[in-house]
């Protein structure tokens, strides 16, 4: 039966290079697939494109493609990416120009645009998923837009001749799904298929995750070289049937554990995972221990997709003020407090206005709350974090410079002081019908 070997690049926008490189050289890949694009990563993007119309794509984007473009071109491996963010055409040019000063001449690189809805999204009446307002409510202070597309648009790219995709905000899964709707020929109403490659890339999107990254716990589940993981290979045939695996020799590892956790990863229910193209059904999903660091996964099935587009609405959420500072020795704990009881007071005092404050001890009680940190042992250092959501800049600063004062106005042995101020983008969700996206395709030519 006929097989396609994808590779996973990258599972997000700042992940490590070499074991791309690694899978390039050395994994026969038929595809590269690198996912770069988390939920506000996009909404970044607009404001680097805002202030400079020729940025908006991922930052490592000319890194990657200088590390990767010949080995694929020498091996016959095609590569889809989202490292397009905010400007796909802009990142295909770049991709272009490094293409050229590679020697790679007559590399064919498409653009996948039209995920940009902002302009309809604004005209309409669209409530927040998260809060129930409107999005029309939220007024100047939205900044992005971005629908998630499916496969289609890819699918075209690659039947056009591309050897790279660069999009924009897709489905995550529609990466990978794409070059199995290409190879394969499956129909876009074949939805057990659909589910199937659906279920491909969701093990494959999070690269190291399924190989053991964000997996090792020292005694309890063992990781070997994590300081060179290697990325996941998925090998899937025509029936829709994966096998994740690895380049041999490798760090990290393939079992049965680490494929069943990355399957739980970020699904809310596994029977209706709501993707633009498919709605997937895992809850049948099987997997088998095939080899060493090899498992096949079956059981994926898929229902009608169901005719709307999530749309990552990125804004100015606010502005955060942190100031942090270190004590050490003995009672480093108790002049943590103070300190932190001391600030508390100042702020109080000065009057800043702040929607939301938090008062840490950092590795004491900044996670789980003083609930928990309660009658544990007496730690020998501590650091303190101050932190405050503001409505403007210079109120947020206001919250470090009162952290930084506790050098000279605070208890005992203080150093290292730190505070920022920054500009703080969230991101909101709206669900549009899905002809309301308009995607196409750019082909260029190096």
Not at 194 to 201: D, E, K, S, V
Not at 207 to 227: C, E, H, I, N
Not at 339 to 347: M, P, Q, W
Request: one cysteine or more; a negative charge.
């Amino acid at each position: 039966m006929k097989s396609i070997r994808l590779g996973a690049g990258a599972g997000y926008a700042g992940d490590r290079i070499e074991p791309a490189v690694e899978l390039a050289e050395h994994g026969a890949l038929d595809y590269l697939v690198f996912e770069c694009l988390a939920e506000r990563t996009i909404a970044l993007a607009q404001q680097a494109r805002l202030r400079d119309p020729a940025a908006g794509y991922d930052p490592l984007l000319e890194a990657r493609m200088r590390a990767v473009l010949a080995p694929c071109r020498r091996n016959g491996t095609r590569i889809v990416t989202n490292m397009g963010a905010a400007n796909p055409l802009a990142a295909a040019e770049k991709t272009r120009a490094i293409a050229r000063d590679l020697g790679l001449d007559g590399l064919k690189i498409a653009a996948v645009i039209g995920d940009d809805v902002l302009e309809a999204v604004g005209a309409g009446d669209y409530e927040v998923l998260e809060t129930g307002g409107r999005v029309r409510d939220l007024g100047n202070r939205v900044i992005s837009a971005n629908a998630y597309l499916g496969a289609g648009p890819i699918v075209e790219a690659l039947a056009r001749g591309a050897d790279v995709v660069v999009t924009g905000r897709v489905g995550d899964p529609a990466l990978f799904l794409a070059p199995l709707i290409h190879a394969f020929g499956w129909a876009d109403d074949d939805w057990d298929r659909l589910g199937c490659g659906t279920l491909a890339g969701h093990l494959l999107e999070c690269a190291g995750q399924v190989t053991g990254g964000y997996f090792a716990d020292p005694g309890v589940k063992d990781v070997a070289g994590l300081s060179r993981l290697g990325f996941p290979i998925g090998i899937v045939t025509e029936d829709g049937t994966v096998e994740i695996t690895k380049v041999p020799g490798s760090g990290g590892q393939v079992t049965l554990a680490t494929c069943k956790e990355q399957l739980l990863y970020e699904v809310h229910d596994p029977a209706r995972y709501l993707q633009p193209d498919v709605v997937a059904d895992f809850s049948h999903v099987t997997m088998e221990a095939v080899g060493p660091d090899r498992v096949r996964v079956t059981g994926g099935r898929g229902t009608p997709a169901t005719g709307l587009l999530k749309v990552s609405v990125g804004l100015i959420d606010s502005y955060i003020g942190e100031g942090q500072i270190s004590y050490a020795g003995p009672g480093a704990a108790a002049r943590g407090r103070l300190a932190l009881d001391i600030v508390r007071e100042r702020l109080d005092l000065t009057g800043v206005t702040a929607s939301e404050l938090r008062f840490d001890l950092i590795g004491v009680d900044s996670l789980h709350g003083p609930g928990r940190a309660a009658g544990a042992p007496e730690p020998y250092e501590v650091r303190i974090r101050v932190a405050g959501r503001c409505d403007s800049l210079g109120e947020a600063a206001r919250i470090g410079n009162e952290v930084e004062t506790l050098y000279t106005n605070g208890p005992a042995g203080g150093g290292g002081a730190w505070k920022s101020a920054r500009e703080v983008v969230g991101v909101v969700s709206v669900l549009v019908p899905a002809e309301l996206a308009r995607p196409s395709v750019r082909m260029i030519e190096a």
